[in-house]
């Protein structure tokens, strides 16, 4: 699946009982594009 970005930093929170998980994508100032995701203990 490729993601698309409407806007240039974006982030999104999956949150649970026992993991959050957090997933960026940030548009960097060349055009690229840089998607991180972490997760932590709830």
């Known amino acids: 699946m ?3 970005p409407i806007h240039k930093r974006v982030i999104g929170l999956d949150i649970h009982q026992a993991q959050i998980t957090a997933c ?3 548009e960097e100032s060349g055009g690229e594009t840089r ?3 972490r ?3 709830a």
Request: no cysteine; glycine share 8%.
């Open 2 to 4: 490729e993601l698309v």
């Open 35 to 37: 998607i991180e995701q």
């Open 24 to 26: 960026a994508i940030i």
């Open 39 to 41: 997760q932590f203990g």
